[in-house]
C-alpha cells in the first residue's frame, strides 16, 4: 500500500512564500518522477513543477523563477518553494509521484502515478 501526503498549504499575503512538501510511504522500490500540479475552482489540473530522481526538474508555464522544486530521495520526499506568490496562485496543490513497486502474488508494478488528497494555498491581495 502507498500513500502520497501534502503539507505547508495555507493562507498567506501577496508578495510571501510558502513551501509546500509532500512524501510518499508504503511498499517503494522507486519513484521516478514527483511533482506539483494546481486547480483552482472551474479550472483544469495544471502542471507546477516537476522533479525526475536524478534531478531534472520541468516547471509550468512562467512559474520558473518565483517556484523551486527539489526532493529526498532518501525520504521519498518533494518540496515546492513558493515566492511572491499573488493571488492568481490560489488553488489546492496536489502531488503525484510515479512509483514503482511489489504486487500482489510477487507481481510488480512500474510507474503507477499516485496522487495526494492536495492542500489548499490562498493567497490574499
Known amino acids: 500500500q502507498v500513500q502520497v501526503v501534502e503539507s505547508g498549504g495555507g493562507l498567506v499575503q501577496a508578495g510571501g512564500s510558502l513551501r509546500l512538501s509532500c512524501a510518499a510511504s508504503g511498499s517503494i522500490f522507486s519513484i521516478s518522477t514527483m511533482g506539483w500540479y494546481r486547480q483552482a475552482p472551474g479550472n483544469k489540473r495544471d502542471l507546477v513543477a516537476a522533479?525526475?530522481?536524478?534531478?531534472?526538474?520541468t516547471y509550468g508555464g512562467s512559474l520558473k523563477g518565483r517556484f523551486t522544486v527539489s526532493r529526498d530521495n532518501a525520504k521519498n520526499t518533494t518540496y515546492l518553494q513558493m515566492n511572491n506568490l499573488k493571488p492568481e496562485d490560489t488553488a489546492v496543490y496536489y502531488c503525484?509521484?510515479?512509483?514503482?513497486?511489489?504486487?500482489?502474488?510477487?507481481?510488480?508494478?512500474?510507474?503507477?502515478?499516485?496522487w495526494g488528497q492536495g492542500t489548499q494555498v490562498t493567497v490574499s491581495s
Open positions: 503525484s509521484a510515479d512509483i514503482s513497486g511489489p504486487g500482489h502474488s510477487g507481481s510488480y508494478f512500474y510507474d503507477h502515478r499516485y
Open positions: 522533479i525526475r530522481s536524478g534531478g531534472e526538474t
